[in-house]
């Protein structure tokens, strides 16, 4: 499913969800309850309930695909098996290897094999060249892969932001209610059920964009180590692949 295709159903799904939850289910619960009170903290809980759905959904997208990006097998095992495959001058064997491992690492490996099987036995090209035609293959892999890694980081970081500004909007909401409940008292008597109201909507759109704004800084920076932790994998066997290349094809 492409990248927009996918934002906006889980866009629309959620809103509607949040909706849902905060019309039919929370507006029907015994009044004094607490989700009765979340009812209370109004429209806005609406879109504080659809930024959490979204969050989540963005959550379980990126662990499987990071899940996917790892690949088939243990990278350490696989990339172990690979370097001897290519000492050996096994270079069918390894690109079997990365077919079957898949993810990142060996996507990018596999690019960088293939483009040095092409150009190790052309004569017209030094060993220089040879070795910086295949960084680029590399390059190029990798160009590819990274934009797969980051994907919907941008969005996580995003949500955890606005979370928190809707959430303080609410709140601002919930206290002009609860001081124009003081304000407008009728012979110096308050009017207890517009206050509780007032306060009531303050508190839980605080509650609610503290809750997004916390698991999305959290999860977005847990991911962002995540993706580091890949590329930093990768970059090392890159290094490791592209020295063995040298001393095969004889570059300075």
């Not at 930024?51 to 959904?57: A, G, K, N, W, Y």
């Amino acid at each position: 499913m492409k990248q927009s295709i996918f934002i906006t159903v889980i866009t629309i799904v959620a809103f509607v969800l949040g909706y849902i939850i905060w019309g039919p289910i929370l507006g029907s619960a015994p009044k004094g309850s607490i989700t009765h009170s979340v009812h209370q903290g109004g429209p806005l809980v609406v879109i504080l309930i659809a930024v959490l759905f979204m969050l989540l959904c963005f959550v379980v997208e990126r662990f499987l695909s990071l899940r996917v990006a790892k690949g088939t097998a243990s990278v350490q095992i696989f990339f172990k098996s690979l370097i001897e495959m290519l000492r050996s001058k096994d270079y069918d064997g390894a690109l079997a290897a990365c077919d079957k491992q898949r993810g990142t690492t060996a996507n990018v490996l596999r690019a960088g094999i293939d483009r040095y099987m092409t150009v190790k036995d052309n004569k017209a090209l030094d060993g220089d060249k040879k070795i910086a035609l295949v960084q680029a293959a590399i390059e190029e892999a990798n160009a590819l892969e990274g934009p797969l890694l980051e994907r919907n980081l941008i969005a996580m970081s995003t949500i955890a932001s606005i979370a928190t500004m809707i959430g303080l909007l609410g709140t601002t909401i919930g206290m002009i209610r609860a001081f124009a409940a003081t304000g407008s008292a009728a012979g110096g008597v308050i009017d207890a059920t517009s206050l509780a109201t007032g306060i009531s909507e303050a508190l839980v759109n605080t509650a609610g964009g503290l809750i997004s704004g916390i698991l999305g800084i959290f999860f977005y920076n847990f991911f962002v180590n995540k993706v580091d932790a890949f590329n930093y994998t990768t970059d090392e066997a890159v290094y490791e692949v592209i020295q063995l290349f040298k001393e095969q094809g004889g570059a300075a």
